[in-house]
């Protein structure tokens, strides 16, 4: 009995594949490997409430074995209707959920993301190879692979880890010296986004030191001075007594669990980072209190000016603050607010307390604006830069007889200001959304007077080593036209 084809082209026609099975009959004829060789790698990959389609099942017994154990959502398809009418004369009163369709694999009629899983043994072996080559590498502890687009991907992964276990190793050998610092991004298997980042600091060795500790910042506090900086790092370092520190950050846009599910989760990290002739695989690990902190996002957009921005709550010791964030300056925080609860008919809710400055330099601005309006008569100032709106919203509601106009380029920022930060408008606080430059030049040759122009608009270039106010701000004409 002869089934093979005379020639290549056979491989694709029907009329050889219902030849095929009526000459072999029902005897199961498997290509390649059978299921025992093949359970391992398929359960590894497939869950038994995934929805399979095996393409050119012929009379392989495949389907049916990952039926008998729990795979009850199988359609099987071949192109060959002879062997389809076979597959259910065999399988419809024991297996009667277990599908055999005639269908071509090049033309089928399924909607599109109908199937999860696709099982092919032997048809895509027929087809012209792809013209990107699938690549999937596991360069982690765990069991799943991870696919990249392209061997240059590949390349800059295993790269990066080469540089992590090249780190890691160095810190095992040798202290980073009291001025230096290192810091790396830890991400989950899968993930584009780092999940921690991980800033490691020695102090000048003392023997009565611990030798090696980690510190968790609770999330919502890593923009605070003691976290964000380098010489707050070297004061928290001094703090916990430690000759060498792992101070680990938590990134936004990510969910964590409570304290002891974060710690066992960084725990084999951390370890990789302690200092020479550290052996204790039990790390301590410290932190403001007994839990990780909590981080409420309550809007997350963008704007032209501003790019990507968030505005989050944060709980302080037992105080409730609301902060602006730019996602590309994210441990600065661009403007902060206290929140306080009231009150009301329908029950206690949250707002904003302008009666209260977090910003130290708001406070010397607002004294600096009160002695400049003192004892003048309908006194007017500018302030140029709005973000949330505090320092304008404060001057408003302990300085009611001054003329407050805030100018900002942004009218996200209005709107942010309005909605989040309990910015008000009236006749005596206004906001002109136009460039701070542009207006200060028009002012000065409209002849208009301020008791005081005030700057609290942040630098979005990172490269000048000055945060605010911009650059632009500090050019000759501008600060000629602010000249009393």
């Known amino acids: 009995m002869n089934l093979l084809p005379k020639s290549r082209e056979e491989f694709s026609q029907k009329e050889y594949w219902d030849s095929f099975f009526k000459k072999r009959g029902a005897k199961a004829f498997e290509w390649y490997c059978e299921y025992p060789e093949l359970s391992e790698h398929l359960h590894k990959y497939i869950k038994q409430q995934n929805d399979i389609l095996i393409i050119g099942c012929g009379n392989s017994t495949l389907g049916r074995d990952l039926y008998d ?30 599908k055999y369709l005639q269908m071509d694999a090049l033309n089928m009629s399924f909607n599109d993301e109908h199937f999860s899983v696709v099982l092919d043994k032997v048809v895509c072996t027929k087809f012209k190879a792809l013209p990107q080559k699938i690549l999937e590498v596991n360069l982690t502890d765990s069991d799943k692979m991870q696919r990249y687009e392209s061997i240059a991907d590949v390349i800059e992964q295993i790269s990066s880890v080469q540089q992590a276990a090249f780190i890691c190793s160095g810190l095992k050998r040798t202290s980073i010296g009291q001025e230096s610092e290192v810091s790396l991004d830890l991400y989950k298997a899968g993930d584009v986004k780092p999940r921690f980042t991980v800033y490691v600091v020695d102090a000048k060795h003392d023997r009565h030191n611990s030798q090696y500790a980690a510190f968790i910042v609770p999330q919502g506090r890593e923009a605070e001075w003691l ?41 084999d990290a951390i370890c990789n980072l302690a200092p020479p002739n550290c052996n204790n695989r039990k790390i301590p690990f410290l932190s403001l209190g007994s839990d990780v902190g909590k981080r409420e996002t309550r809007l997350e957009s963008s704007s032209q000016f501003s790019g990507d921005f968030a505005v989050e709550d944060v709980e302080i010791e037992g105080n409730k603050f609301r902060r602006l964030f730019y996602l590309s300056s994210q441990l600065v925080i661009q403007s902060e607010a206290k929140l306080k609860t009231i009150k009301t008919r329908k029950g206690k809710r949250e707002i904003v307390d302008l009666t209260h400055l977090t910003c130290k330099h708001h406070i010397y601005m607002s004294v600096a604006t009160h002695a400049a309006c003192n004892g003048k008569h309908k006194p007017s100032i500018i302030a140029v830069g709005l973000g949330g709106g505090g320092l304008c919203s404060f001057l408003h509601k302990f300085l009611p007889h001054t003329k407050i106009t805030a100018v900002d380029i942004d009218p996200e920022m209005l709107k942010v200001a309005t909605d989040w930060f309990g910015l008000s408008q009236s006749d005596s606080l206004k906001v002109v959304v136009k460039d701070g430059v542009q207006y200060l030049e028009e002012a000065a040759k409209n002849n208009e007077h301020f008791d005081a122009i005030l700057f609290d608009v942040d630098s979005k270039d990172s490269t000048m080593g000055l945060s605010c106010p911009p650059k632009q701000f500090l050019e000759n004409s501008v600060i000629e036209n602010t000249k009393v």
């Open 69 to 98: 154990i729990g795979y009850s959502k199988i359609t099987n398809i071949d192109i060959s209707q002879v062997v389809i009418r076979q597959m259910l004369a065999q399988n419809e009163k024991e297996r009667p959920n277990l």
């Open 227 to 267: 976290f964000s900086t380098k010489m707050g790092r070297k004061h928290l370092i001094k703090m916990t007594k430690t000759n060498r520190l792992a101070i680990v950050t938590m990134h936004r846009g990510q969910q964590f669990g409570d304290f002891d599910q974060v710690q066992s989760e960084l725990n």
